[in-house]
């Protein structure tokens, strides 16, 4: 098939990275060069698959690509991939033991996001959230290298956490697209309607809505700081300087007064590399 994400996977990790513009470049300059190398493959597939539901896709166009990404998946494990990206893969986790379910986890949570647009509960977001990112989390710590099994909980919050700042900075986006993350639930019980989220319509109910939403991100933050031992701190920089740029994101939406709808929330380059530097001296010194 042209143009699909398993011939763009013949493109270098790295460059895949780069060119993605990334929040999470920055956390992978102060890895050492395997572990830089190896968390910069992961990366690229997580992007790959990303796009196969994000771009101007048919749903089974779309379904057909991830169903090739599981076979390469299975045969990173168990045969020989095809794709360059796939014998980058394989040769990282001899390295490092990532689980194969989490590559197919992520793939499912790509799929939620082909065959669902709306979400009942929080219940249900938090699902989609660990999918799509907690288990992320999870393939990064293998790289990372950890002691405790509590870090494992560190790595799921944090994913979990920053996938609610990326729902809460990408609203105005995410609706051109027909997908309304925000629980239909508390919708209801601020009083915000659908049609007003698909209009952009920003006033108090919203503010509210977003609050609520803004603090449960928060709290997810918290909780993966509470479940980070002090053996491990250290190890975890990289995953720590990716939630210092994503909690500034979040004090700007706040800052904001949560509007979203009139620009898009970002920080500059020079913000990512400072937050960044506080953030990697901070693991390493404090």
């Known amino acids: 098939m042209a143009n699909t994400t398993i011939e763009r996977a013949s493109q270098s990790a790295e460059l895949i990275t780069r060119q993605s513009k990334t929040n999470f470049y920055y956390s992978f300059l102060f890895l050492?060069?395997?572990?830089?190398?190896?968390?910069?493959?992961?990366?690229?597939?997580?992007?790959?698959v990303d796009d196969i539901v994000d771009e101007d896709i048919k749903v089974d166009n779309a379904q057909t690509e991830l169903e090739l990404w599981?076979?390469?998946?299975?045969?990173?494990?168990?045969?020989?991939?095809?794709?360059?990206l796939g014998k980058s893969l394989k040769e990282v986790i001899t390295h490092f033991p990532i689980k194969q379910e989490y590559f197919q986890d992520l793939i499912t949570g790509m799929e939620m996001d082909l065959n669902k647009c709306r979400y009942s509960s929080f219940e249900e977001l938090e699902k989609y959230c660990y999918h799509v990112a907690g288990v992320i989390g999870l393939m990064c710590i293998e790289i990372f290298g950890y002691k405790e099994a509590s870090t494992k909980e560190y790595a799921i919050n944090l994913g979990k956490a920053l996938q609610l700042v990326n729902i809460a900075r990408d609203l105005?986006?995410?609706?051109?697209?027909?997908?309304?993350?925000?629980?239909q639930?508390?919708?209801?019980?601020?009083?915000?309607s659908e049609q007003e989220l698909l209009g952009s319509t920003y006033n108090d109910k919203f503010i509210a809505l977003m609050l609520n939403h803004c603090q449960r991100a928060q709290s997810f933050f918290q909780k993966a700081q509470n479940s980070l031992s002090p053996n491990d701190r250290g190890g975890m920089f990289a995953a720590e300087i990716m939630g210092a740029i994503y909690y500034r994101i979040l004090e700007k939406i706040t800052a904001e007064s949560y509007n979203v709808f009139d620009k898009r929330i970002r920080l500059s380059s020079l913000e990512k590399a400072f937050v960044a530097l506080q953030a990697w001296a901070k693991c390493r010194y404090f």
């Open 70 to 84: 599981r076979i390469e998946i299975k045969q990173c494990f168990t045969g020989n991939p095809t794709t360059s």
């Open 185 to 192: 639930d508390e919708m209801l019980k601020f009083g915000y």
């Open 172 to 183: 105005k986006e995410d609706a051109t697209r027909d997908r309304v993350y925000l629980p």
């Open 32 to 48: 050492p060069k395997l572990k830089r190398q190896a968390i910069e493959t992961v990366y690229a597939f997580c992007r790959l």
